[in-house]
């Protein structure tokens, strides 16, 4: 008989990364696209509780001096920046700045000291320069949040992997169009490329960290 696969997963992938020393809580693509019932991506519930939240994170990294990234999409008319992915992906014309749904999600304008990385393709750290500005503040520990969990999320988690950081995801606060999707994706991130924690863990975690500057080496 097949092994069962929750068996056979628990043995090739059951180990824990963990959470390191020095985390980044990243912010990823919570835009109004997602958010408004007219436009091609709009996801529903997937995106309302997932912003929930990652707003309640974003307070208690705020709170202990945990450095926060925001990420946005963004192109020129005609999409220029996005290349092979703008020709693919027919809804990126949403993230054409000055359009309506290329703005923040409700609640999640930037904030003093935070930062903001502009962005042409899935991952969070493809053609950006946020790898090296998370080296240059000592991270170790990249907690991933956003939208979508199959998309933008999972190629920054596997890019975050490849760079050299442990990669953990909320899963509460990242979401997708359909729960099958974000399921599947959150399954497969934990098994191979992070660890994907619920809510309440990360709190939790970010609750024993002692308050400092935001942006302190070490």
């Known amino acids: 008989m097949p092994e069962d696969l929750t068996l056979n997963y628990a043995r090739a992938y059951g180990r824990r990364a963990g959470f390191g020393r020095r985390p980044a809580l990243v912010l990823i693509d919570f835009a109004m696209a997602y958010y408004d019932p007219g436009c091609p991506l709009y996801a529903g519930e997937g995106a309302e509780t997932a912003l929930a939240s990652a707003l309640r994170l974003r307070e208690a990294a705020h709170r202990t001096g945990v450095p926060v990234v925001l990420t946005r999409v963004t192109y020129s008319p005609g999409g220029v920046e996005g290349g092979r992915f703008w020709d693919k992906a027919a809804p990126l014309s949403c ?124």
């Open 95 to 218: 993230f054409v700045a000055g359009e309506a749904t290329a703005g923040w999600a409700p609640g999640l304008e930037p904030r003093e000291g935070e930062i903001v990385v502009s962005k042409h393709y899935p991952s969070a750290f493809f053609g950006t320069a946020l790898a090296p500005m998370l080296t240059r503040l000592g991270i170790d520990n990249a907690i991933l949040t956003g939208l979508t969990t199959s998309g933008c999320v999972r190629a920054s988690c596997v890019d975050a992997m490849s760079h050299g950081f442990l990669a953990t995801v909320v899963g509460d606060a990242c979401g997708d169009r359909h729960p099958d999707p974000h399921r599947a994706n959150l399954f497969d991130m934990d098994a191979k490329y992070a660890d994907v924690v619920g809510e309440a863990e990360m709190l939790e975690h970010l609750a024993t960290l002692a308050p400092r500057r935001a942006g302190a080496m070490g």
